[in-house]
């Protein structure tokens, strides 16, 4: 066929390369999003139904009429000077320590404070030491800037892990609760990291979306309150890049989060975001400050505290009952997933995944939390979005894709 | 003095390399952002009292009362639904074709949109054929992903110029009302430029966030209803990359932009926006939905642009008489800014900045919007801020700057 005109060339300028770099399986986890007829375990998704949409309309009204054309600005880079107060605020009273505005760069949701620190930190190749299996959204977020990855060794005694953090830009850590295993790291290994991260020279990146998420007692000093009690005067100026975030006490679309660090630091990340977004939206920050300082925001987390905990109960009587021949975890005390480790190798949860869709039902295989993919023996099951009774479905429709993924392999072997 | 401890190391890994290429001027001019006592002739900001804030409390009640925890999830990547079908329509009625909601990507800004094309297409070494002098904030975006640069030749008839074409990654272009020159591209070269992009097979970035701001007349079709025209059925394939923003019509604060694009380019820049902050607002982009729906935006850019023009004519009035011994200009018909040019080489844009400063008065010196940062013989003088009375008064400031300049020239000369 002629090509007419020469207005439809063959192929346009191909895409970066980074971008043919991912896991296949996170494209097609990504996928299903959309479909309602599948009992979706797989999001890292707050309750919907438990949003405070009345709270937001009136903190919204109060918001404008507080500070009008000053909300519909750009407004500073580093965000609403108010809402910048308040955090360090916040920080400073679980901290031991002053920290002030000038510690406090807010984002576009906790997300932004990964994608700025990739921009700011990483050149290609440069090695960052993280926490195993760790956040999808950290690795997604770095891939652009193409580092390399070695596994945080939380005792502290593998071979060559001295070495590892001194060549490392930072150290990425989620000491609460983690994404994607719930694991609460222990007071006693973080301060022991911090030590080595002190002794190495680099920074460390503590990521904390899921702090408000304490279901059964508290988690305990953040690796940057332990920094901060042993300095407990002057500018701050230790190694913890701090990210938190309002999206798991409030709502994930306000889009606010913040980064906590060293005032170089967050003029570092500042530059990185004015030429990312120039600033994020001083409406949302505006209505966030309303929820914090008019004190919803620490009424409303036992509210969801008690409906998540319930769900996470309903997800492990279900999965006792379900799937504890094939799968062992432990029950996680706070956050948003349970981890689902095979017992038998024979479980690959990336070729479970289809069966899983099969059966209308869907988790995260283990292996888009691996740079490698190749961890492919657990899945992240979520336990936040749905009612238990919705949950309690999802594990049965687990229970029969299991049934038939093994039943589908002994066909192929017979 | 001992290090007590080991623990403040010397010195933590250095920040990513790009972050030392840019022009030192750029940082100096982004730091007298808050001084009051300085008559800032320098940014691109909208005029604050014009702010709808009344409007805008009225559709965020609305926009929550329809959508209710919708508004305020994570979100779909590429933004709201409904107001991407909005944005589909919009486009639609002003290129002559029909374009979907599968051709529209919303993000936080016009600016995130040129982040992500930096993420999405460049390489570190890529070329980019840019219009010159250009944007300070692409050059800005594009920085981290270190690409090269080639002017965009309006003309055409410049040596190489098809070369430089069939090599880049893409072209950028600011037709209408260009920041920083305020030049109104001609529909002749409109349609050469395409012409050529199309022979060279490479995308072409058409970024107009000034659209509405047309102050003599009508500004005439974008590049992509051109194409578009050409092309009146069927999906979309074209190389056309269109950026357009709420920022200019109604207010920045609600960071609600948008990239029009074939469907592909679309998908890709929503992977990299994924990884970039999940998702921008839901909130905002349900209140620019209100905005529009109800023609509220219509109904008020003539407001806005017969504030401007009247500020445009006071900067022009007073140039006239203060500036126009050394400085010459085109009125320019629409935009936000007037592009100075020196009359004499001995005239510095970026020593006079400094002279501005003491007479406190703020303007943009031309290199940076120069990748190379050379251009040193104009300044981007803003009218859209203030009001005529301030504007005058900062342009007499000027004077006596320009003044001030030449005299400790003469006297080191001396």
Same mark, same amino acid.
């Given at each position: ?5 020469? =207005? ?35 999001? !890292? ?14 903190? *919204? ?25 308040? $955090? ?5 009273? *679980? ?16 997300? =932004?404070?990964? #994608? ?5 930190? $990483?050149?290609?190749?440069?090695? $960052? ?11 997604? &977020? ?74 059964? !007692? ?15 005067? !002057? ?49 949302? =920050? ?30 492990? &009587? ?48 283990? *292996?888009?939390?691996?740079? #490698? ?42």
């Amino acid at each position: 066929m002629a090509i007419s005109g020469g =207005q439809k060339p063959a192929q346009r300028p191909a895409r970066a390369q980074w971008l043919d770099s991912g896991n296949s399986i996170t494209q097609q986890f990504m996928a299903i999003g959309g479909r309602a007829d599948i009992v979706s375990l797989a999001g !890292g998704l707050p309750a919907a139904e438990l949003y405070p949409v009345e709270a937001i309309a009136r903190a *919204s009204e109060r918001a404008l009429a507080r500070w009008g054309s000053v909300a519909l600005e750009y407004g500073s880079v580093e965000g609403l000077p108010a809402l910048r107060a308040a $955090i360090a605020e916040r920080i400073s009273a *679980s901290a031991g320590r002053r920290f002030g505005p000038e510690n406090v760069l807010l984002t576009t949701g906790a997300m =932004q404070g990964l #994608d700025l620190l990739g921009k700011a930190l $990483i050149d290609p190749g440069d090695l $960052i030491v993280n926490q195993f299996p760790t956040y999808l959204g950290a690795l997604d &977020a770095w891939r652009p800037r193409q580092p390399r990855y070695e596994r945080l060794d939380w005792s502290g005694e593998g071979p060559g892990f001295e070495a590892g953090l001194r060549q490392a830009k930072f150290v990425y850590a989620v000491p609460n609760y983690s994404n994607p295993t719930g694991v609460l790291v222990s007071q006693a290994r973080r301060a022991a990291l911090l030590d080595k991260v002190l002794e190495a020279g680099t920074w460390l990146v503590e990521d904390d979306p899921y702090l408000p998420l304490q279901l059964d !007692g508290a988690a305990g000093p953040s690796i940057l309150a332990l920094h901060g009690e042993r300095h407990p005067t !002057g500018a701050y100026d230790g190694p913890v890049i701090y990210l938190g975030t309002l999206s798991k006490s409030l709502v994930p679309g306000l889009r606010v989060g913040w980064v906590v660090a060293e005032a170089g630091m967050i003029a570092t990340l500042a530059l990185a975001k004015q030429s990312t977004d120039i600033s994020s939206s001083m409406f949302t =920050q505006a209505v966030a400050l309303e929820l914090i300082e008019s004190g919803f925001e620490a009424e409303h987390i036992p509210r969801i505290v008690a409906a998540y905990r319930e769900r996470r109960d309903a997800l492990c &009587a279900a999965a006792a009952q379900h799937l504890s021949e094939w799968f062992s975890w432990e029950v996680p005390p706070g956050g948003m997933f349970v981890w689902m480790r095979a017992k038998s190798a024979e479980i690959d949860t990336n070729a479970l995944y289809a069966c899983a869709l099969e059966e209308k039902v869907a988790f995260v295989p283990s *292996s888009v939390f691996d740079p #490698d993919g190749r961890l492919t023996d657990a899945m992240r099951v979520n336990f936040t979005r749905s009612s238990p009774e919705v949950i309690t479905e999802g594990v049965r429709r687990l229970e029969r894709a299991v049934q038939r993924y093994l039943a589908s392999k002994a066909g192929r072997a017979a």
